[in-house]
């Protein structure tokens, strides 16, 4: 009796389970900096969106990319974030002369609907910071298809787990 209450009988497979637990996790690694990105964004990545819709100006370095979108597309009326990724690389000298150095990676993903046309677009910014603190930016399209791909697959395991979870078995 002492050791019953260690062990728990669930009438599911196993596999669902794990199958269920692994497409969670799935889905909170794809959410979850999405949802930590829009409650709080980064100040140099708020000011490019301001300056894009002419209500600022854009950190020194990305003046200029700012500046070709906004002659390109007109300036932007709308942006919504829809992914967010972040991550490093670190480059290292064979030589030996130089120190290596690790160049961090942040992406946000925005639908928006610039001027020109005012159908809406999706486009990305990326923000490239070494050590010593320098930053570089980048403003670029971004495939819709792409931003789908990454999204449907683990939605699509998330409800087939969710699915064979919750299937009542024949004659229940």
């Known amino acids: 009796m002492q050791g019953d209450y260690l062990t728990w009988k669930s ?3 196993t596999y ?26 980064k100040e140099d990545v708020q000011q490019i969106v301001a300056a894009l819709e002419e209500r600022g100006t854009p950190p020194a370095e990305a003046a200029t990319i700012v500046q ?7 300036p932007l009326g709308r942006a919504v ?25 942040s992406q946000a993903s925005h639908i928006a609907w610039f001027q020109n046309p005012s159908a809406p677009r999706f486009f990305a910014i990326t923000r490239y ?15 819709p298809v792409t931003l789908v791909r990454g ?4 939605l ?17």
């Open 129 to 143: 910071e070494s050590s010593g603190d320098r930053r570089a930016y980048e403003i670029s399209k971004v495939d």
């Open 156 to 172: 699509l395991l998330f409800a087939v787990s969710l699915f064979l979870l919750r299937r009542r078995k024949l004659g229940q």
């Open 81 to 105: 974030p829809v992914g967010y990724y972040s991550g490093a690389t670190k480059k290292f000298q064979l030589n030996g002369f130089h120190d290596s150095e690790t160049i961090k990676i």
């Open 68 to 74: 070709g979108v906004i002659n390109a597309a007109g």
């Open 151 to 154: 999204y449907a697959q683990s």
């Open 16 to 41: 669902t389970i794990i199958l269920f637990a692994i497409a969670s996790l799935w889905l909170c690694a794809l959410l979850l900096p999405l949802l930590y990105s829009v409650a709080f964004p």
């Open 11 to 13: 009438d599911r497979p």
